[in-house]
């Protein structure tokens, strides 16, 4: 009784609980501190999230100190239960979060613990999670790395890799029908259109390959329906229901009619015709031709005199081979396989035959109309089988760069089985998918081969151990590899503009595929964060490979090119391009219209031809000829004298002056040009100069250039370089012009300026006081 009592607090002391704090030995937290001031010295603090125990181990042997993010307060949803793009492109187990609670709590006094306290305010560099949210990769540092590229939903989810692929026709000559299955966009009107015309004209070609096997004597379909209905009892009595009933070979003539129209719109025959001409058939047409053809398919009834179109049919498929490269995989029941756009490990996965059944889901569920993220895509009904079981393989690649698009592929791979033999003739997920998070909840198949791993996978090497059995081990590397990393190139290539690059940043990726009968691999998905759960022992030897692998990439290589780098090998780098390529969805062309270069304009020169000057004006007419006779040093003070008492006076001008800069050398000096200058008649002014050109007429004229133009800084033209016209005549008449025009080719700068008539006044009264006194 008296252990359960509580014995209150001591008075002035707090209640601690020692429980929490557990003892630290003193040279355990040396080291640690130690080996944390190295590792933030070095820039050497990580962070991951998730159960990657061979992340952490592989770091920590490099000298890396964990920091660990903060747990969440409210628990995390189940990845099942997430369905947005961003938080569910990944395909990892179930069991995640549960491997990861038992890693921390087995670490609690551990010094790996102690070193993640320690750091627990410093700067992580080295970011590795499970969902792309977790980190925003536009906050980062430069130096700052993380395992995730942002906007790479272009291809990691259905709907993305969907539409990128549309576009490689701008990056790659290669055809997409060649790798990755005809898919639409369920959502889209247009794509849903599209989508319904290729369910019929598949149905009409699986029609045309019913007849020619069923009359050519190797039929296998009528021998897997056979075994099928033997298994099944529940199906045997319906089939002799119809036993006895046929379908008339109009069906056989219409899906010929659709194949050649088909034909000829991909030869562009069908370019004059308009759009008001009828199709080849109604939508009831249509109604009743799909259904004589699950009758045929599905119920197993014959055909009236089918075997007379055997070789039209045969002629009619070799044609349309050379269009549909799919052909060889569509087979005969017309399967198609309905996916969310934004999931992983086959959730929500549906596979149907019925073009009704499908267009009812689409109208029932609105949010595939809204949101236009589910993805219908056609089943590939005839793929490689093993021991007659399907399967499809799992292939890392791995991105170290966007621009320039450096990928890295890894060597191994490994193959999922289904547990159940396979067959068209069903429409259960443990047949056709092959998700380990799927066929785990379904018990293997007594019928089963007993040479199928229990576990539902084999490793490459198993794989071609098999087609070595069979002859065709020099196919792996001659026709499966190849097309497996083409396919991947292409894929990257045409979500390059959308994903942004970063070039701290990387991203490992599961690409699955399956393998048609000659071998050829099919795209199917590409996965982002895909799991690394040991789930088998297959996974258990290649998972922490690939990690490890992972890690001698992205870290050892960038302190020496030439490690070592495991099972990652260099596919494809591509040429640095400063701009990213353009992607071509929305073509624009950019410019302006050519103009016509103008005509140079050339502006009249204004010389005017004055009357006999006055008295005054003859007065300043000596007074230039004096400067010009004195010799140089006289000239020049007593043109600065003159030029100073002018230019104290307010001057305005009645037309227009155009100054030009004289030249370079001297760019504050004004000049006037001959444009606006009036010139006195040299006449009057210069007798000696004109009588001395009439006596050598052999002599050059003197030309007027750019170093003998009038200028403000002489006073020698300071007066005939304005042009006076008053707006009333005087009795003088002095100021009477007479002007003329010349021509000239270089810019100037045009003035609006007016002349009094009080200056004009003040000016005359000058020059008759100053006249006689230079003289």
Request: proline residues 6%.
């Amino acid at each position: 009784m008296h252990q359960h009592m509580q014995v209150p607090p001591l008075e002035g002391r707090g209640r601690c609980n020692y429980v929490n704090l557990p003892l630290i030995n003193g040279d355990r937290l040396k080291t640690a501190k130690s080996l944390v001031d190295k590792a933030i010295k070095e820039k050497k603090v990580f962070s991951v999230q998730g159960p990657y125990p061979v992340i952490r181990a592989g770091l920590r042997a490099r000298g890396w100190v964990e920091r660990r993010l903060p747990r969440p307060s409210v628990p995390r949803p189940r990845r099942h239960d997430l369905e947005t793009e961003a938080t569910d492109e990944g395909d990892s187990s179930d069991d995640d979060d549960f491997g990861e609670e038992v890693e921390r709590d087995d670490e609690a006094d551990d010094l790996y613990d102690l070193m993640s306290r320690l750091v627990r305010n410093e700067t992580a560099y080295f970011y590795w999670t499970t969902r792309r949210d977790s980190v925003d990769c536009r906050s980062l540092r430069k130096d700052q790395m993380t395992n995730h590229y942002a906007k790479a939903g272009s291809f990691t989810t259905k709907v993305g890799l969907c539409m990128s692929l549309r576009n490689l026709q701008w990056f790659d000559a290669a055809d997409p029908d060649t790798f990755f299955p005809r898919c639409y966009r369920l959502g889209a009107e247009d794509d849903k259109h599209a989508f319904i015309e290729d369910f019929r004209r598949t149905a009409c070609t699986s029609l045309l390959m019913y007849v020619l096997e069923k009359y050519a004597g190797d039929s296998e379909w009528e021998r897997t329906r056979k075994v099928h209905d033997a298994k099944s009892h529940g199906l045997s009595k319906p089939r002799k229901q119809h036993a006895k009933q046929r379908v008339g070979s109009s069906i056989i003539d219409n899906a010929l009619h659709v194949c050649e129209e088909y034909m000829n719109s991909l030869e562009h025959c069908d370019i004059d015709m308009t759009l008001e001409t009828t199709p080849t058939l109604s939508e009831q047409q249509w109604k009743v031709f799909l259904q004589n053809y699950y009758l045929v398919i599905h119920k197993g009834l014959t055909i009236e005199g089918c075997e007379d179109y055997v070789e039209r049919c045969k002629c009619m498929l070799e044609q349309m081979r050379c269009f549909c490269p799919q052909m060889e995989t569509d087979g005969l029941c017309n399967i198609w396989i309905i996916k969310p756009g934004a999931k992983s490990r086959g959730r929500g996965i549906m596979c149907m035959n019925k073009l009704d059944e499908i267009m009812s889901l689409v109208d029932a569920d609105h949010g595939i109309m809204n949101d236009s993220k589910w993805v219908v895509q056609k089943y590939l009904e005839r793929p490689l089988l093993v021991h007659d079981t399907k399967f499809d393989v799992r292939q890392w690649f791995l991105v170290t760069d966007w621009n320039p698009l450096t990928v890295w592929f890894y060597r191994e791979c490994y193959l999922r089985f289904s547990t159940q033999p396979y067959s068209t003739h069903t429409l259960d997920s443990s047949v056709h998918l092959c998700n380990n998070s799927i066929q785990k909840h379904f018990q293997p198949s007594p019928d089963r081969n007993p040479s199928l791993p229990a576990e539902c996978m084999w490793s490459c090497s198993q794989f071609r151990s098999w087609l070595a059995a069979s002859g065709r081990d020099d196919l792996w590397e001659s026709v499966v590899v190849p097309g497996m990393q083409k396919a991947v190139i292409q894929t990257l290539l045409t979500a390059q503009d959308s994903v942004e690059p970063r070039k701290a940043s990387f991203e490992l990726y599961g690409a699955d595929f399956m393998l048609g009968r000659d071998l050829r691999p099919w795209l199917l998905e590409i996965n982002a964060s895909p799991t690394m759960a040991p789930s088998t022992g297959v996974t258990a030897r290649l998972c922490p490979a690939v990690q490890e692998d992972t890690l001698r990439v992205v870290l050892d290589r960038q302190c020496d090119r030439n490690t070592h780098t495991g099972g990652f090998q260099l596919i494809y780098k591509q040429a640095a391009v400063e701009i990213p390529q353009y992607v071509g969805v929305n073509l624009l062309v950019e410019g302006t219209s050519i103009r016509r270069p103008r005509a140079p304009v050339y502006k009249p020169l204004i010389q005017s031809h004055p009357d006999p000057l006055s008295k005054s004006s003859s007065h300043r007419s000596s007074l230039i000829s004096s400067h010009c006779i004195s010799g140089k040093e006289n000239q020049s003070e007593k043109a600065k004298k003159a030029w100073t008492t002018l230019s104290s006076r307010k001057v305005t001008l009645e037309k227009s002056l155009i100054f030009q800069p004289k030249l370079r050398k001297r760019p504050h000096r004004l000049v006037l040009p001959s444009t606006c200058c009036v010139l006195p008649n040299p006449a009057e002014l210069h007798p000696q100069k004109l009588s001395l050109t009439h006596t050598q007429p052999d002599h050059p004229p003197t030309n007027r250039t750019r170093s003998k133009l009038p200028s403000l800084y002489h006073p020698t033209p300071s007066l005939d370089v304005i042009n006076l016209r008053p707006g009333q005549a005087f009795p003088s008449g002095r100021y009477k012009h007479e002007m003329h025009t010349v021509n000239i080719s270089y810019p100037v700068l045009r003035m609006q300026k007016y002349l009094s008539l009080n200056h004009r006044r003040a000016m005359d009264t000058f020059t008759e006081r100053e006249g006689p006194k230079s003289s």
